[in-house]
Each structure stands twice: as structure tokens, then as C-alpha cells.
């Protein structure tokens, strides 16, 4: 480690007050902790219920520079609350100076594996991934919001919204929005989110009982400045789609939504995303987080804003060693290195959500099996790179052991 810089193991429960004021004073000074998910209140709550929460506290000749949340899985790190957490990183100044690499060797781990790290160099990350966080910018209201959609050339897409809505209107009655604090409607959004996730082929990350206390932990919360929000969209009494966000300060990040299939002709999602950024304006919420990935339906809601990066930063020499053999691939074969890192990449991501969603070896495996029949199926052109991607993505899953 560098001169003077000592890293520390606590659970979240026991940062002091001190730590706890220069939590918000390193969030402040740094622009891209604007997310919910680095509040210290979504950090706690999420610290009671993952399994292997914990917080460690960076410091350089006895002064504190950074904390990094994390759940431990073995020799793997992953940002706590994951895989329900967009966003994470070293909460710290811009200018702390901290390597994240030796942050994580000083906490004994082979692995920090991410999907969405925010304000960091680089260095040392084997990188999968850059993609921008998605923001809509709310500050001068909602029709200023619409404006700027429609001078940055989605006015064609606002206006086939506007005509959904007519015609829903027209077949069912008048639409209603609404915030929910129900728990049945939040237990009808997750057991749909469960439905769907089930038939495209993904890991149900609410398959596991802590994910889902950690939602409705988080939905008990009673500020005005953080915590879950439900959207609802109804007409006739139905709700036609919901979505979960969360608040904190003048940032709202949608989260994870529902919309009825019946009503998929009026393009219920997209009209619940437009009902709630008006809300939103409303309220003063100065900018809404679609979460990172520029995807078309993204793009017509919101803009680029920071980077984020998938990838991981590891210390093993084990699967530094097996990385090399499949980058020596491309000098030999480059269309068959192009086949075996998206295998090993779209393997990684699913690993890494089993993961964190299952902490024991046994559900662990068991889940590995149910999403290498899944991608074997619905992905067969990759049948070839299959086997070599499983085994990166495999041996990084069985040394977290």
C-alpha cells in the first residue's frame, strides 16, 4: 500500500458520528456521488439486510479519505446491495488521491467485481463496460423539460405519447396518477418484476428474502428528502404500470417497473415515465436518473451524463492468467476472440448477479445451471465460446470461495 494509508473493516452500524459528517461533507464536494445510492440512509439500509455488509474506511496518516460499502462474498467484493445497486464507488473527494486497487488487496479479496462505478480513474480496472448515466434535467420545469426533448430532436416521440395517451383516454376513461404507500401495490410490482424477469431467461434477483426486505425496508422509510417511491398508472380502477424509484435530496432514480401487457398498445411504461418526471418537476426535483446506458428508449426520455463502468479490478493471478490466454486469442483468431469475450461477459454479469443474490456455494450453483440452460438456449451462436466463457466466468464464481 502507499506511504501512510491504512484500510479498516466496520460494519455500517458502527461508523461514528465524525464519519458520518464526513460522509456528507465528501458527498457534497463531489459531483458524481449524486445518486441515492451513495445517501448514507440507502448505505444503512441496505448494510441490514445484505449478507456480508460491511463498510471499509480508508485513511492516510491517520485522516480519514474514503469509505467503500461492500458485501463480501468470499474472496469476491461487490458494492453492498448488489445487484439492486446502480451506482457505487469510494465515497470521497475528487481529489482523495485513494487506488482502489490497493483498497481492495488491503481487505484481502481477489476480486471487486462492479457494473456501474462512478468517479474513479481507470487505473487498474479491467474494464467491460463504459456507459453514461441518463439524466433529465428538471430544473426549469416540465415544459422546459419538453422543450429541450424537442429541440434535441424527440419531439416525434413526445408527441406519439401525447396521441397514446388520447387514445387510452378515449377507450378507458380518464388516467390516474398517483404515489403509492401501499405495500400490496409494492408486492404486486415485485411478483411482476419476478414474472418477467422469469420469462426473459434472467436470474430473479427477488428470489432471495433478503432483496426483497431490503425494498420494503426501504419503503417504510418516512422522509420527504429520501426514500422508495411507487408510481402508479391507472385507469378504470386497473393499474396499468407501476415503477419503483428512489429519492434523495433534489435526485430521483428510476429504479425497476411493471406495465400490464393488455395495455401495451398505449405504451403504458413510456406514459407513467412522462406522468412522473411532470410530478417530479413539480415537486422540485432537479434531476431524474433513467441509470446508466444510452438504449434508444433512454435517449428520448433523458441525456448523457457521467460515465459509469462495468468491470472489475482483481489481484488473482489465476484469472489474470486465464484473461491472457483469451486476449491471445485475437492474434490468432479474432472473430473467435470476439465470440469468447461476449460469452465470457455475458456469463460474468449473470455470475455476478447470482452472486450477490445467493451468498451460499449450493443456491450458487444451482442457479449456474438454470442461466447456462437459459443463455445455451436462447443464445446458440455462442455455443462455441460457451464452454471458455463459463470457465472465466465460472473460476471467477468458485475462488470468491
Known amino acids: 500500500m502507499g506511504p501512510g494509508l491504512r484500510v479498516e473493516t466496520r460494519a455500517v452500524a458502527e461508523l461514528s458520528e465524525a464519519d458520518r459528517v464526513l460522509w456528507a461533507e465528501f458527498r457534497k464536494a463531489n459531483p458524481a456521488l449524486y445518486s441515492p445510492y451513495f445517501d448514507l440512509r440507502y448505505i444503512e439500509a441496505a448494510a441490514m439486510w445484505a449478507p456480508g455488509a460491511a463498510v471499509a474506511v480508508v485513511r492516510r496518516n491517520g485522516l480519514t479519505k474514503a469509505f467503500l460499502p461492500f458485501q463480501r462474498r468470499g474472496g469476491l467484493l461487490q458494492p453492498l446491495g448488489a445487484p439492486l445497486t446502480d451506482y457505487h464507488g469510494l465515497i470521497a473527494r475528487p481529489d482523495a488521491g485513494v487506488d482502489l486497487r490497493e483498497v481492495v488487496g488491503a481487505l484481502g479479496a481477489r476480486r471487486y467485481r462492479f457494473s456501474g462505478l462512478m468517479g474513479l480513474p481507470r487505473q487498474g480496472v479491467s474494464q467491460g463496460e463504459t456507459r453514461p448515466a441518463m439524466l433529465a434535467d428538471l430544473r426549469q420545469g ?8 424537442k429541440a434535441g430532436g424527440h419531439w416525434n416521440y413526445v408527441k406519439d405519447k401525447q396521441r397514446c395517451m388520447r387514445q387510452l383516454t378515449k377507450a378507458h376513461g380518464p388516467v390516474q396518477f398517483r404515489w403509492s404507500k401501499d405495500p400490496d401495490d409494492l408486492a404486486r410490482l415485485i411478483d411482476g418484476k419476478r414474472d418477467q424477469m422469469r420469462r426473459t431467461g434472467q436470474h430473479d434477483v427477488f428470489a432471495t428474502p433478503w432483496t426483497r426486505a431490503l425494498v420494503a425496508s426501504l419503503a417504510e422509510i418516512d422522509s420527504d428528502d429520501f426514500g ?28 425497476f417497473p411493471i406495465y400490464d401487457r393488455d395495455f401495451s398498445r398505449f405504451s403504458p411504461g413510456a406514459l407513467l415515465s412522462y406522468e412522473t418526471l411532470s410530478v417530479l418537476a413539480e415537486e422540485g426535483v ?7 446506458g444510452a438504449e434508444s428508449y433512454k435517449r428520448v426520455f433523458a441525456d448523457p451524463g457521467p460515465e459509469v463502468v462495468e468491470g472489475d479490478i482483481h489481484v488473482d493471478p489465476f484469472i489474470t492468467g486465464l484473461r491472457d490466454l483469451v486476449s491471445r486469442a485475437r492474434e490468432v483468431h479474432p472473430a473467435l476472440h470476439e465470440r469468447l469475450t461476449a460469452a465470457y461477459l455475458r456469463l460474468d454479469r449473470r455470475l455476478d448477479r447470482i452472486t450477490a443474490c445467493e451468498p451460499a456455494l449450493e443456491g450458487r450453483l444451482t442457479a449456474v445451471g438454470r442461466t447456462i440452460g437459459a443463455l445455451g438456449w436462447r443464445h446458440r451462436r455462442l455455443s462455441v465460446g460457451l464452454g471458455v466463457g463459463l470457465s472465466l466466468a465460472s473460476a471467477s464464481l468458485l475462488l470468491s470461495e
Open 228 to 255: 422508495l417511491r411507487v408510481a402508479v398508472l391507472e385507469v378504470e380502477g386497473r393499474q396499468i404500470a407501476a415503477e419503483v424509484g428512489l429519492l434523495s435530496g433534489d435526485t430521483y432514480h428510476f429504479w
Open 142 to 149: 416540465y415544459e422546459a423539460y419538453l422543450a429541450d426533448r
Open 286 to 292: 432537479s434531476f431524474a436518473d433513467f441509470g446508466p
